[in-house]
């Protein structure tokens, strides 16, 4: 079966020494989201680029709808491919008000008979009251929902988002996320979103792509990504957990010389007695006041729905743990915190 | 390297490249032999050639520099009478050309003329011409230059001025500096790359001006190119010569470029900027002010404008014999046909810059654009030379010889105006495309738009107002154009410069003051159309 689209082997290049090398990926199905993150200046922008046709290739290939659109001896015309790509800086026509602006996407696939409403897209991006503004006189979030607008109406077969919300102010951020992904997903846009929001990727992805130094690290469901990524690098990336020693115990147990015994499900086997290094997520452990296991608060920072306490153990090591804000009994600095003992991880991630 | 070669790329080396022929022929004018006159020239009359163009250089700079900053300090930091009124009104002056400047003084201070007659109907007769002084010669030329090209300076210094930042002026009293200390210390200094730029302008102008010097017979490199290819018939040597002034004008072009680039820097409103506020003067103080400005704007727009207008009125047979609609349509085929020449190539070459981004054709441009320092007089022979060089070499034909098509034609005036202006031409394009981001061209393409569609669609209506300001200044600028046409014209093809330039040389500056007049009217017009512009006040 083709792939609707598919990376094979390039080499992205947005300078001599920045590259990202040998990426392979594919999107099985139309109207499926994948999303890239990786640090700044890594060379995900450059990967939308080309993918648009503005950046050429000297090896692999690029394929959409089953036709090379990139590859060292092809290389269709950006106009030519009915790939949109929404820039992270304002790439508003700054001599066209915003709704005129948004009409240069709504006027490129007109034939298409599926296809979205002005008036429905204005009004889930919140553009209404600047229907008549030109780009000076908008702020930064409202020229990134304004070329969103246009990319989106241009209904091509690619959309490319590159930091699509990154200026967009956190009351509407939200909302629009949901939008966005009921109508990529109602009129089977297939995107690539470039997001540095880990949660954002999460949320709009069928799947993420992770990219560092240099190359595409991990390509897989968002909840793999966060559960099980597979290299340190990753996780370090993602700085959803910490890494602690621990020894194989047998295949379902560990232990760790300050947090005792730890149980779960391997996702790789160690043999017995292996040293690992853990991967300890802040929902892994569980509060429990009358528990032996006592480790000192450092830090506790409050987020809305959950506390973030760090905690302090024998050996030095920061453990992270959620906990429910509405949990009656809070702990301050200083003061002993009690976790659940054994430790219980439904999936046991660990590294050589 | 190779893929970027296409259509757009081969137009704008083609571009580059025709700028560039004037350039090329100047300097391979050391590989052809020169007549005897050269001979002559060197044992006779080139240093005289040289010392009277630097005498005359070194004077306008001095000029130009106290009028120039003097004005542009009073108006940006003062507030007087007239204060905004003369911010405008001493641009004007670009509207006077130096050899119509020439014209008035001649026509005021010569033997029985305006001064004589004021004073002696003032007096009853007891003046004699003797008396009054004569403003010709040297002087009289570096006075014609100064005052009609010391925009420069005011306009670039102004702009500098205008974009200080309140902040320095409060640092000065920080220190506890005296207003003269902070003008010098401060104020000055910070100004100095602006400065510099508009006084390297002036030293370009000042060392091609033919029709002051030649009006006041003041031999000059300039007159020695003339003279080398109009008395001796020597091309060669007139492009040699031209290389030596030319080698001069790249020093200050050069001087101009870098002083350029740091005034950008200096004048670009930061963060951290505070707008001046203004000192109110009041009493004496305020009527010295305006008194400098008004007297500047005296001698340097209304003067020649009541002298010629004068002589227009005391002499109406002159201006009822103009053939008025022969002259504008001749004016009005020139412009158009140059800027829509001018405003197309132009298009081509930055749009075909931009999109290939090639090194290589940027360095072409710019050193093609570079013609624009060239002096007329220079322009034309080296086009005649190439021509003549084509003719010879090349394109020989029995019944026919294309100088005949290419020189003494519209078709020909109109390719050395090309030449003569493409850098205003490309620059004022540039300056419009340079506000439009690369990701404004790459979203139109990635919404379908052809590289044409991008163009028309985008590009044009968004470099409108830059289209209208090329065109305007372009229009200043071939009005008042004078070695090239004179040299390039056909048989019988005048322009209002022309005609005044002709009267002129006859020693009939009362005929010369109407086409003069008309000439200064119009350019007046356009200037204040494009004032704000001009005065880097545009929103």
């Given at each position: 079966?083709?792939?609707?689209?598919?990376?094979?082997?390039?080499?992205?290049?947005?300078?001599k020494?920045?590259?990202?090398?040998?990426?392979?990926?594919?999107i099985?199905?139309?109207?499926?989201?994948?999303?890239?993150?990786?640090?700044?200046?890594?060379?995900?922008?450059?990967?939308?680029?080309?993918?648009?046709?503005?950046?050429?290739?000297?090896?692999?290939?690029?394929?959409?709808?089953?036709?090379?659109?990139?590859?060292?001896?092809?290389?269709?015309?950006?106009?030519?491919?009915?790939?949109?790509?929404?820039?992270?800086?304002?790439?508003?026509?700054?001599?066209?008000?915003?709704?005129?602006?948004?009409?240069?996407?709504?006027?490129?696939?007109?034939?298409?008979?599926?296809?979205?409403?002005?008036?429905?897209?204005?009004?889930?991006?919140?553009?209404?009251?600047?229907?008549?503004?030109?780009?000076?006189?908008?702020?930064?979030?409202?020229?990134?929902?304004?070329?969103?607008?246009?990319?989106?109406?241009s209904?091509?077969?690619?959309?490319?988002?590159?930091?699509?919300?990154?200026n967009?102010?956190?009351?509407?951020?939200?909302?629009?996320?949901?939008?966005?992904?009921?109508?990529?997903?109602?009129?089977?846009?297939?995107?690539?979103?470039?997001?540095?929001?880990?949660?954002?990727?999460?949320?709009?992805?069928?799947?993420?792509?992770?990219?560092?130094?240099?190359?595409?690290?991990?390509?897989?469901?968002?909840?793999?990504?966060?559960?099980?990524?597979?290299?340190?690098?990753?996780?370090?990336?993602?700085?959803?957990?910490?890494?602690?020693?621990a020894?194989?115990?047998?295949?379902?147990?560990?232990?760790?010389?300050?947090?005792?015994?730890?149980?779960?499900?391997?996702?790789?086997?160690?043999?017995?007695?292996?040293?690992?290094?853990?991967?300890?997520?802040?929902?892994?452990?569980?509060?429990?006041?009358?528990?032996?296991?006592?480790?000192?608060?450092?830090?506790?920072?409050?987020?809305?729905t959950?506390?973030?306490?760090?905690?302090?153990?024998?050996?030095?090591?920061?453990?992270?743990?959620?906990?429910?804000?509405?949990?009656?009994?809070?702990?301050?600095?200083e003061?002993?915190?009690?976790?659940?003992?054994?430790?219980?991880?439904?999936?046991?991630?660990?590294?050589? | 390297?190779?893929?970027?070669?296409?259509?757009?790329?081969?137009?704008?080396?083609?571009?580059?490249?025709?700028?560039?022929?004037?350039?090329?022929?100047?300097?391979?004018?050391?590989f052809?032999?020169?007549?005897?006159?050269?001979?002559?020239?060197?044992?006779?009359?080139?240093?005289e050639?040289?010392?009277n163009?630097?005498?005359?250089?070194?004077?306008?700079?001095?000029?130009?520099?106290?009028?120039?900053?003097?004005?542009?300090?009073?108006?940006?930091?003062?507030?007087?009478?007239?204060?905004?009124?003369?911010?405008?009104?001493?641009?004007?002056?670009?509207a006077?050309?130096?050899?119509i400047?020439?014209?008035?003084l001649?026509?005021?201070?010569?033997?029985?003329?305006?001064?004589?007659?004021?004073?002696?109907?003032?007096?009853?007769?007891?003046?004699s011409?003797?008396?009054?002084?004569?403003?010709?010669?040297?002087?009289?030329?570096?006075?014609?230059?100064?005052?009609?090209?010391?925009?420069?300076?005011?306009?670039?210094?102004?702009?500098?001025?205008?974009?200080?930042?309140?902040?320095?002026?409060?640092?000065?009293?920080?220190?506890?500096?005296?207003?003269?200390?902070?003008?010098?210390?401060?104020?000055?200094?910070?100004?100095?790359?602006?400065?510099?730029?508009?006084?390297s302008?002036?030293?370009?102008?000042?060392?091609?001006?033919?029709?002051?010097?030649?009006?006041f017979?003041?031999?000059?490199?300039?007159?020695?190119?003339?003279?080398?290819?109009?008395?001796?018939?020597?091309?060669?040597?007139?492009?040699?010569?031209?290389?030596?002034?030319?080698?001069?004008?790249?020093?200050?072009?050069?001087?101009?470029?870098?002083?350029?680039?740091?005034?950008?820097?200096?004048?670009?409103?930061?963060?951290?900027f505070?707008?001046?506020?203004?000192?109110?003067?009041?009493?004496?103080?305020?009527?010295?002010?305006?008194?400098?400005?008004?007297?500047?704007?005296f001698?340097?727009?209304?003067?020649?404008?009541?002298?010629?207008?004068?002589?227009?009125?005391?002499?109406?047979?002159?201006?009822f014999?103009?053939?008025?609609?022969?002259?504008?349509?001749?004016t009005?085929?020139?412009?158009?046909?140059?800027?829509?020449?001018?405003?197309?190539l132009?298009?081509?070459?930055?749009?075909?810059?931009?999109?290939?981004?090639?090194?290589?054709?940027?360095?072409?441009?710019?050193?093609?654009?570079?013609?624009?320092?060239?002096?007329?007089?220079?322009?034309?022979?080296?086009?005649?030379?190439?021509?003549?060089?084509?003719?010879?070499?090349?394109?020989?034909?029995?019944?026919?010889?294309?100088?005949?098509?290419?020189?003494g034609?519209?078709?020909?005036?109109?390719?050395?105006?090309?030449?003569?202006?493409?850098?205003?031409?490309?620059?004022?394009?540039?300056?419009?495309?340079?506000?439009?981001?690369?990701?404004?061209?790459?979203?139109?393409?990635?919404?379908?738009?052809?590289?044409i569609?991008?163009?028309?669609?985008?590009?044009?209506?968004?470099?409108k107002?830059?289209?209208?300001?090329?065109?305007?200044?372009?229009?200043?600028?071939?009005?008042?154009?004078?070695?090239?046409?004179?040299?390039?014209?056909?048989?019988?093809?005048?322009?209002?410069?022309?005609?005044?330039?002709?009267?002129?040389?006859?020693?009939?500056?009362?005929?010369?003051a109407?086409?003069?007049?008309?000439?200064i009217?119009?350019?007046?017009?356009?200037?204040?159309?494009?004032?704000?512009?001009?005065?880097?006040?545009?929103?």
């Amino acid at each position: 079966m083709n792939n609707f689209f598919e990376i094979n082997n390039v080499t992205f290049a947005a300078s001599k020494k920045n590259k990202v090398n040998n990426v392979s990926l594919k999107i099985e199905n139309e109207g499926d989201v994948i999303c890239l993150l990786g640090p700044s200046g890594i060379g995900k922008t450059t990967i939308l680029r080309t993918i648009a046709g503005l950046e050429k290739i000297n090896s692999g290939s690029i394929s959409l709808n089953g036709k090379v659109i990139s590859s060292n001896k092809i290389h269709v015309e950006p106009e030519d491919r009915n790939i949109s790509l929404s820039f992270q800086d304002n790439s508003l026509f700054p001599h066209y008000n915003v709704i005129d602006n948004i009409k240069f996407g709504a006027d490129r696939n007109s034939r298409k008979t599926k296809k979205l409403k002005l008036d429905d897209v204005i009004e889930f991006l919140h553009l209404e009251n600047i229907k008549s503004k030109y780009p000076h006189e908008i702020s930064s979030g409202e020229a990134q929902r304004a070329a969103l607008a246009r990319s989106l109406l241009s209904m091509p077969d690619l959309l490319l988002l590159d930091e699509p919300l990154s200026n967009i102010d956190q009351n509407f951020k939200e909302e629009i996320q949901v939008k966005l992904k009921q109508i990529l997903r109602e009129y089977k846009i297939t995107t690539i979103i470039v997001t540095h929001d880990s949660y954002e990727a999460f949320y709009l992805g069928n799947k993420c792509g992770i990219i560092l130094n240099g190359q595409l690290k991990q390509f897989d469901d968002p909840y793999n990504v966060h559960h099980f990524p597979n290299s340190i690098e990753v996780v370090n990336f993602l700085n959803k957990g910490i890494l602690i020693p621990a020894t194989v115990v047998d295949e379902k147990t560990l232990e760790n010389n300050d947090l005792g015994i730890i149980n779960g499900d391997f996702i790789k086997h160690y043999p017995k007695g292996a040293n690992v290094k853990l991967l300890l997520q802040p929902e892994d452990l569980e509060h429990d006041d009358k528990s032996s296991l006592k480790l000192e608060v450092v830090d506790k920072k409050f987020r809305g729905t959950n506390f973030i306490y760090t905690l302090k153990t024998q050996s030095n090591l920061l453990i992270p743990v959620f906990v429910h804000s509405h949990h009656v009994h809070q702990h301050e600095v200083e003061e002993k915190f009690g976790v659940k003992k054994p430790i219980h991880i439904d999936h046991i991630v660990c590294f050589d | 390297m190779i893929a970027r070669i296409n259509i757009w790329y081969l137009s704008s080396f083609l571009i580059s490249l025709i700028v560039a022929i004037p350039i090329i022929m100047i300097f391979s004018s050391f590989f052809e032999t020169t007549s005897e006159y050269s001979l002559v020239l060197k044992e006779t009359f080139l240093s005289e050639y040289v010392i009277n163009s630097l005498t005359l250089l070194i004077g306008v700079l001095i000029l130009t520099s106290i009028i120039g900053i003097g004005c542009a300090y009073l108006v940006s930091f003062y507030n007087f009478f007239g204060a905004n009124f003369f911010k405008w009104a001493l641009i004007l002056s670009f509207a006077v050309p130096a050899y119509i400047y020439s014209y008035s003084l001649g026509a005021f201070f010569d033997n029985y003329g305006t001064a004589y007659s004021i004073l002696n109907s003032l007096s009853g007769n007891i003046i004699s011409n003797s008396t009054i002084p004569k403003l010709d010669g040297m002087f009289g030329a570096m006075l014609a230059i100064s005052f009609s090209i010391f925009g420069y300076v005011y306009v670039l210094t102004r702009t500098s001025f205008h974009y200080q930042s309140q902040n320095l002026i409060d640092l000065g009293k920080n220190l506890g500096f005296s207003k003269k200390k902070t003008f010098f210390k401060i104020i000055l200094p910070s100004a100095r790359p602006s400065i510099v730029a508009g006084l390297s302008l002036v030293a370009m102008e000042t060392l091609s001006d033919f029709g002051s010097v030649s009006f006041f017979g003041i031999s000059t490199l300039t007159t020695g190119i003339y003279n080398a290819w109009v008395t001796f018939d020597d091309l060669t040597l007139a492009n040699r010569l031209s290389f030596y002034l030319l080698m001069f004008i790249f020093l200050l072009f050069t001087i101009e470029n870098l002083s350029r680039k740091k005034a950008q820097y200096h004048t670009l409103p930061k963060s951290g900027f505070k707008t001046k506020t203004k000192i109110n003067l009041k009493g004496y103080k305020s009527i010295l002010a305006f008194s400098i400005c008004f007297l500047v704007f005296f001698i340097s727009f209304l003067f020649p404008v009541i002298q010629m207008s004068y002589w227009t009125f005391l002499f109406p047979k002159h201006f009822f014999d103009l053939n008025l609609i022969n002259l504008l349509s001749n004016t009005l085929i020139l412009v158009i046909l140059s800027c829509s020449l001018l405003i197309a190539l132009s298009f081509i070459s930055n749009y075909g810059n931009r999109i290939t981004k090639s090194k290589l054709l940027q360095s072409l441009t710019t050193f093609s654009i570079s013609g624009y320092a060239m002096p007329g007089i220079i322009l034309a022979v080296a086009y005649i030379s190439f021509i003549s060089f084509l003719d010879e070499n090349i394109f020989i034909f029995e019944n026919y010889n294309i100088k005949s098509f290419f020189i003494g034609s519209i078709f020909g005036l109109v390719i050395v105006y090309f030449v003569r202006f493409y850098s205003l031409a490309n620059n004022g394009i540039k300056s419009g495309y340079l506000k439009i981001n690369y990701s404004i061209d790459e979203s139109a393409y990635l919404l379908g738009y052809s590289k044409i569609k991008t163009f028309k669609n985008i590009h044009l209506p968004y470099l409108k107002n830059s289209i209208f300001l090329v065109i305007i200044l372009l229009l200043i600028e071939i009005i008042k154009e004078l070695p090239i046409t004179l040299i390039m014209r056909p048989f019988n093809f005048d322009t209002f410069a022309t005609t005044a330039y002709t009267y002129a040389s006859q020693d009939l500056l009362e005929a010369a003051a109407a086409p003069a007049i008309i000439l200064i009217l119009i350019s007046s017009a356009f200037i204040l159309l494009t004032s704000k512009y001009i005065l880097n006040e545009q929103s």
